[in-house]
T-cell receptor
Framework: DSGVTQTPKHLITATGQRVTLRCSPR?????VYWYQQSLDQGLQFLIQYYNGEERAKGNILERFSAQQFPDLHSELNLSSLELGDSALYFC????????????FGQGTRLTVV | GESVGLHLPTLSVQEGDNSIINCAYSNSASDYFIWYKQESGKGPQFIIDIRSNMDKRQGQRVTVLLNKTVKHLSLQIAATQPGDSAVYFCAENIGMDSNYQLIWGAGTKLIIKP
């Protein structure tokens, strides 16, 4: 158990809908990262927050947004969902802004039908 | 852009043998490297890391080697076990000037033959 908690574990929704994925980082970690992993693919970095502020942005679509709350948990919002958004979404956390290992949650499997 | 890549997408190893997974990187400014293991349906799990001021680091049954001259990273797993079956990712951190951006390799699938 990495200490990073993601909910829900599975999510099935229709095209055009909006969903929110939730992540609770490890105790003491200030950074939260979001990644997308399509079937048999590598990890695509979406966005990073550090202590409530956006720290780095990757290949995140405009239909996607995220935030980190004062209690350091984070949410990833995915809107106007398309079939191609079906993927595993991982959250990771680390104690610092970077240059340290990040620890991953078990992921949310999103299926868009 | 610059990226981390892997030589072999799939590696088959006999149980009990040593496994070596390779990774090439192209950014000379990279100062920190991490290996992750991802089992099917699970999140990546941290295995071992190494900073650029080192060329070798050992963990439990794993060793990471860093050759900065040829920009090469490898993960050695001793006495490979069935539980080592997974996809292994290397990740490269290119430092503070690049906002600590972590570049991920494509992954190598390790298959253990009984």
């Amino acid at each position: 158990d990495s200490g990073v908690t993601q909910t829900p574990k599975h999510l099935i929704t229709a095209t055009g809908q909006r969903v929110t994925l939730r992540c609770s980082p490890r105790s003491g970690d200030l950074s939260v990262y979001w990644y997308q992993q399509s079937l048999d693919q590598g990890l695509q970095f979406l966005i990073q927050y550090y202590n409530g502020e956006e720290r780095a942005k990757g290949n995140i679509l405009e239909r996607f947004s995220a935030q980190q709350f004062p209690d350091l948990h984070s949410e990833l919002n995915l809107s106007s969902l398309e079939l191609g958004d079906s993927a595993l979404y991982f959250c990771a956390s680390s104690v610092g802004q970077g240059g340290v290992a990040a620890f991953f949650g078990q992921g949310t499997r999103l299926t868009v039908v | 852009g610059e990226s981390v890549g892997l030589h072999l997408p799939t590696l088959s190893v006999q149980e009990g043998d040593n496994s070596i997974i390779n990774c090439a990187y192209s950014n000379s400014a990279s100062d920190y490297f991490i290996w992750y293991k991802q089992e099917s349906g699970k999140g990546p799990q941290f295995i071992i890391d190494i900073r650029s001021n080192m060329d070798k680091r050992q963990g439990q049954r794993v060793t990471v080697l860093l050759n900065k001259t040829v920009k090469h990273l490898s993960l050695q797993i001793a006495a490979t076990q069935p539980g080592d079956s997974a996809v292994y990712f290397c990740a490269e951190n290119i430092g503070m000037d690049s906002n600590y951006q972590l570049i991920w390799g494509a992954g190598t699938k390790l298959i253990i033959k009984p």
